[in-house]
């Protein structure tokens, strides 16, 4: 009873703050919002996220198991069986779905320039504009938009990223695919993240979705706005090719406090982000968060 007290207090907190406040729209703001889907299986479906209208993007999180010859994705319960439909439903409402490769396990690691150049040619048949015979989709004949790069663990091979990126760019470019294959990464909001420096360098990514949650260097509840933008300058600053987005947690993860309050967010951290020319929107970590908080309803109004 006391979970669902506060669950109701922060919805219902959600929703006065969007009465309150939907008129006011802040000077730079995108409306873009990017969720991360997959990692609970209590989230709803796919389409259930699309359905609902408040995001721009959806990032499938993960596929993480690569690199040692194996391919596959953890969705965390959700059945293969119609994530392929609803890949499609989502498209057709112009939300773009990505494909998120990493996440916090161990299963993965590129050894080699070899490993690399295979994830990436899996990536490619498995997932995007691809066909290779014997090779497993496993959304079936669903093609993603892009690929974002979510690398957490420290197995080492950050430099071989780099070849991922190239590679992935070059089969958008030239492999034949009837769509544009979007590149995105989501470092750590610490500038630099080394684990993916190098193949940032490579100027292919078109947005970061930089986390600004889990660390207490850059957290907004840890360290304040002051330790929040020292970061973001230095990530706005050093990628203005790319569109750079905030990345923020729908709800205190177990022994955190880093969800923003909705207040301290409208008024204080997202116009100072959105000074920059390069602010690209807001990112939430995750879709179950979100259904719990009702968080993003009040975000997607002022992304």
């Known amino acids: 009873m006391a979970f669902l007290r506060r669950r109701s207090s922060l919805v219902l907190a959600v929703a006065l703050v969007v009465s309150f406040l939907v008129g006011a729209a802040t000077a730079k703001r995108t409306g873009q919002l990017t969720v991360f889907w997959g990692r609970n299986k209590d989230e709803g479906s796919l389409r259930e996220a699309c359905d609902t209208g408040l995001y721009t993007t959806v990032i499938i999180s993960f596929y993480s198991v690569f690199g040692h010859g194996r391919y596959w994705g953890d969705l965390s319960g959700h059945p293969l069986n119609g994530i392929g439909d609803d890949i499609k439903n989502c498209q057709s409402m112009k939300i773009l779905v990505l494909l998120s490769i990493g996440g916090a396990g161990n299963d993965y690691s590129l050894p080699s320039v070899r490993s690399a150049k295979d994830v990436a040619d899996n990536l490619w048949n498995a997932h995007l504009s691809g066909r290779r015979a014997g090779v497993f989709r496993p959304f079936g004949d669903a093609v993603l938009d892009g690929i974002d790069f979510f690398i957490d663990n420290n197995n080492g091979g950050a430099e071989n990223y780099v070849e991922v990126a190239w590679r992935l760019n070059w089969y958008g470019r030239y492999g034949g695919g009837k769509k544009a294959l979007h590149l995105t990464a989501t470092p750590r909001c610490g500038y630099p993240d080394w684990r993916m420096e190098k193949a940032?360098?490579?100027?292919?990514?078109?947005?970061?979705?930089?986390?600004?949650?889990?660390?207490?260097?850059?957290?907004?509840?840890?360290?304040?706005?002051?330790?929040?933008?020292?970061?973001?300058?230095?990530?706005?600053?050093?990628?203005?090719?790319?569109k750079v987005y905030l990345g923020l947690v729908a709800e205190n993860l177990p022994g955190k406090n880093d969800m923003v309050n909705l207040k301290q967010l409208y008024y204080d951290l997202l116009p100072n982000v959105q000074k920059s020319a390069n602010y690209g929107g807001v990112m939430l970590w995750d879709r179950f968060y979100d259904t719990q908080t009702g968080y993003g309803k009040a975000v997607t109004y002022w992304a």
Do not use: I
């Open 200 to 242: 940032l360098a490579t100027g292919v990514f078109e947005r970061l979705h930089v986390r600004f949650y889990d660390d207490v260097k850059c957290s907004y509840n840890h360290d304040g706005l002051k330790g929040v933008m020292e970061q973001w300058n230095k990530w706005t600053a050093k990628y203005p090719r790319s």
